[in-house]
């Protein structure tokens, strides 16, 4: 509850009253009327740390609605913890605002940042707000509790392990191209409800929270795809100290995205190598399969085999159907 | 240890690899090297979770030593765990980068980044690194620990108990405007040594990690002065539902700002009311004071005590020595 229902403080702290604080519920967030927030993890429980701000004009567009812009800053953090293994437990927020922010702006972010906490039972606890010269910024810290030593790394991928991922891959990555006309992509033989999916999957990721908990039962390994299968899944090999053979076709990728393979095969790479997929890729031990499966269809939450770890120390070999392996130009997306 | 000495991922890879992993020495940060982080609360402790960012060109200049920016981020951040007698435990750090940022000023930020998470024992556990077209902004998120349910809050001030400060107010303030070269100040009735002690403390805070056990045993009600002392000291009592009676005679200030204000004792308004001192106002029972001065001076922070909590829904007064009270234009700090 607000210790202070009528500030008379700095416009900063009218702003975070007028906005912020009836998102504020849990205690922990003292109704943002103090200077930090508590989160009491349960005992036995470690407390996993996330922090992925989003830029505008660098992670998205400054014509975005404020209510996908909210649900990305949130989200992109989310489907850290869900790789994780981690259930959510909360947030802190630091917005940085040009000048010019305008209050419905401010009061549709909130709105959705809301209930995006509601939905993904992730409440908001604390955070910052600053005005800036630069561009708007959203940063997110994101808190998840995972059974103590228990977190899904990266590295435990073995040779055997089978490849999983979760949805289906590259409709971000070709929904921002959409976004920005790339004039070699063919667009005008999709049809609006395509384009729209596309355009969707870029706007507002999807964390696949819900297979947060099959994910800590049974993946050896596992991370979500922020910037490119082949490049994510290669990160994962590497801190496992292995590699793995995927088999191209077996991708799973959305019917729109289909549409646009058909019309032009070689964009299979920009579904490979693209960011924002934000699904997950992870890896099992054969025997743990059915079980997997089995969780995540009770979470609705689809998953798709598409190969098998191997030894190696090179990047991941992703096949064809003839069996060649392809080559990528650039394997990963960087910001850099 | 690092899983992956050798990444051959995106320049964002390679550059947390080359500056940021030999920091990262707790087992939480797994290396930089996994995709989130884990802090494990020793049973019956709250994490206490704040998160400040400082953004280049509002709340340092473009020329500071990068040095200077590594430790004002991370230390504005501890200063609050320490108001809230809090011990640190950890920190992420997300850097905005442009794309100018040179090496140099990299490995100097880093290495002075580490030195102070070896310092405050605050080690680095996570972040992100992002190329930003605005200015260079780092954001740090830290957590401290305090004994379930008793972080110290800005509401439990109570009627008779006494306000005393840490250290010394207004240097900062008064820093900021020399390094402006602020006209109307006497700047050059200070020595050398004095200027440079005013502009130390505007660009290094030095947050009383010191006090947070004092704190937490002693405190009815404590927050740290980052938006002046005016202003703070009204933001706790209005979460206390009281008000203050201040002596301004009383509040402690450095030779350096003593002689600033002899020759322009007008400017007693920015020491009470300008931002960025980083010092601790807390409240104690009478019965208290005793253990909390021994406790203070025990870590080699001087508190003074400059007032006392009195009923009222009124901004605090300051009195002056003939007890008139002071009218402050604009009584807290702020960006907005």
Redesign the interface.
Known sequence: MP??PT???????R?IARHFRPLAKDP?A?GL?????????P?GF????????I?C???FFPEDPPEAVARKALRVNLS??A??G?VPAGF?V?L?LPKETAEPWLIAFAGALGADADRYQCPL???????????L?V?V?A??L?P?GR?V???GAKVGDRVLVSGTIGDAALGLRLRRQDATAPWSALSAADRGHLAKRYLVPEPRTGLAGALLADATAA??IS?GLA?DL??LC??SGVTAEIDVASVPVSPACRSVLRARPDLIDVVLTGGDDYEIVCTLAEVDLGAFRAAAASSAVAVTEIGRIVVGTA?PNFRDPDGRPRRFQRP?????
Chains 1, 2 share one sequence.
């Not at 009327?33 to 993890?41: E, F």
């Open positions: 210790d202070d500030p008379r403080g700095s416009e900063e702290d702003l922990g003292f009327a103090d200077d930090a927030a508590i989160l009491a993890p005992p470690d407390v996993v740390l996330k922090t992925d701000p830029i004009g660098v992670h850290d913890l790789a994780k981690a802190l630091a940085a606890l604390g955070g910052d707000t600053d005005q800036t010269p630069g561009p910024t940063a810290t808190f998840g995972v103590h977190m790394r990266r590295s991370m979500d910037d490049g290669a990160k590497r801190a990047d990963s997306f960087s910001h850099f």
